[in-house]
């Protein structure tokens, strides 16, 4: 087969035309109804935060913040400004793949010795005396990149992790008691008090800014959306608890879309399958793994292998290494794609690290950049679903909303080359430009820890 015919049929089945996302975008509508209604039971979509208050942007104060995503730690001491401005003082810490894959309560404890660091050490200006002593308890606001199933704004239930965690014993615990134990055995005073996903997390922090806001969207390692949602629509939501709201309070919703979809109307490539197969957690998260940062770059490699098997990639012969699951991670892919030099330098200093039998062409990298760019496109367009259906769910065009305003937080969208813009694009083939304009894509850069301490206020 000849590289041109072998790249149609790879677009014809990763370009998503409107048509070919128009199921997956009412496959989400469905799933919101369903998941509004069901009762969450172990793994669950569609999750009330109990928050039901945004900020002003003119709340002040200091608060203790903590934020995991799929790749590190952040504890932060937030200084709410107000004005919507505020200064984070952060702790950044990477666990180790044995603490990831380790014993829960080890894990917890780590991140206990970091707190106690950035209280007593790095941010301790910041705290009195005797907040320092441990004299007075300090208020936490965790924001949990992995899904929970709240039960109270500060309690949680975990659930099964993904993005390559998998602590021992924590599933079916409390969260907040799982950070209560490790604050007991390392001798702090501090207390949880709002526990957030970190799309809620990015929506409030936004909001701050920009108090339209409406939906928040993480595209990173992961990907995920909150919004703000009717509570007599909740109705998982015992109607005794229902009834505590006043009239027309809208309640911020994690909506776990990262599990949503299923095979039935997900446009599943055989590389999907083959990545999905050699995951340690199959058939887990099937729409998060065919766009996320986790996992364009093994999608990519696949692919790779496939055109050097048909002989017209690094001249047949695939580099030692490159054999290896998971050893083309998506920043590769942002380096290709972001090096537009002639002499593509850089693209083959990072393929140095590969063993070739001969150096590769510059059509070799032409190769391997349009693959990634595919595969980045795909990404992007079905990065726009969560949008394009939340604001169906919100029913947000009907009201004829002039600006609705989307806060986006996380690497993928904001470092990959071009991801923006291609999102953008995706938006604009679904609505058509006129419509589209009325559609802002803000980068919600404070997520995590600003969102986190905002909700450690708003509900203390
Ligand atoms: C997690 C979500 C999280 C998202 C973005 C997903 O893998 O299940 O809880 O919000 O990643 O970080």
């Known amino acids: ?34 998941g509004l209604k069901t009762p969450s039971k172990g793994l669950a979509t569609m999750i009330p935060s109990f928050v039901t208050k945004m900020p002003t942007g003119d709340e002040t104060g200091t608060f203790l913040s903590l934020d995991l995503g799929g790749t590190n ?29 380790g014993e829960g309560s080890v894990f917890f404890d780590w991140i206990a010795d970091a707190i106690n660091d950035l209280v007593t050490v790095d941010a301790r200006h910041l705290f009195s005396e005797s907040q320092v002593a441990g004299k007075e308890t300090l208020a936490l606001g965790v924001c949990w990149s992995f899904p929970v199933d709240q039960t109270a704004v500060d309690r949680g239930t975990i659930l099964r992790m993904g993005k390559g965690f998998t602590l021992q014993n924590t599933e ?56 703000p949602e ?16 006043p009239e027309n309070t809208e309640m911020l919703i994690n909506t776990e879309i990262d599990i949503f979809g299923t095979e039935a109307y997900l446009p599943l490539t055989n590389y999907d399958l083959v ?13 998060e793994k065919m766009l996320s940062g986790a996992y364009m770059g093994e999608l990519t490699r696949l692919i790779a292998l496939d055109f050097i098997k048909a002989g017209v990639l690094f001249g047949g012969h695939a580099p030692e290494g490159f054999d290896k699951a998971w050893a083309f991670p998506t920043m590769y892919m942002s380096t290709l794609e972001n090096d537009d030099k002639t002499d593509h330098k850089a693209s083959l200093e990072l393929l140095s690290i590969f ?17 990634c760019r595919i595969v980045s ?23 004829d909303h002039d600006d609705i305003v989307v806060g986006i937080n996380g690497s993928t969208y904001e470092f990959y080359p071009h991801m923006n813009l291609r999102v953008r694009r995706a938006l604009d083939e679904w609505y058509g430009k006129e419509v589209s304009r009325k559609i802002t894509l803000e980068v919600a850069s404070e997520g995590g820890s600003v969102g986190g301490a905002l909700i450690a206020m708003l509900c203390k």
């Not at 730690?73 to 894959?101: D, M, Q």
Request: glycine content about 4%; hydrophobic content about 40%; proline content about 4%.
């Open 1 to 34: 087969m000849s590289t041109d015919s072998i790249f149609q049929s790879l677009e014809k089945s990763f370009l998503l035309s409107r048509d070919q996302l128009k199921p997956i975008v009412d496959g989400f509508n469905l799933e919101y109804q369903t």
């Open 73 to 101: 730690l952040r504890i932060a001491a937030v200084e709410l400004k107000g004005a919507g401005k505020s200064v984070v003082h952060e702790l950044k810490r990477r666990p180790t793949l044995e603490l990831k894959t």
């Open 172 to 227: 079916g615990k409390d969260l907040a008691d799982m950070f209560h134990g490790a604050f007991k055995r390392k001798n702090l005073n501090v207390k949880v008090t709002a526990i957030l996903n970190d799309t809620v997390g990015t929506l409030v922090a936004h909001a701050y800014t920009n108090p339209a806001c409406r939906i928040g969207l993480i595209f990173a390692t992961g990907i995920n959306a909150a919004y």
């Open 230 to 245: 009717k509570v007599p629509l909740i109705t998982k939501l015992d109607e005794s608890i229902r009834n505590k709201y």
């Open 275 to 287: 990545l999905d197969n050699s995951h340690n957690q199959p058939k887990f998260q099937l729409y």
């Open 355 to 371: 063993n070739f039998v001969n150096t590769p062409t510059l059509n070799d990298i032409a190769i391997l950049t349009r693959i």
């Open 377 to 399: 496109t795909r990404s992007a367009f079905l990065a726009a679903v969560p949008i394009i259906s939340l604001i169906e769910q919100q029913k947000l065009l009907d009201a």
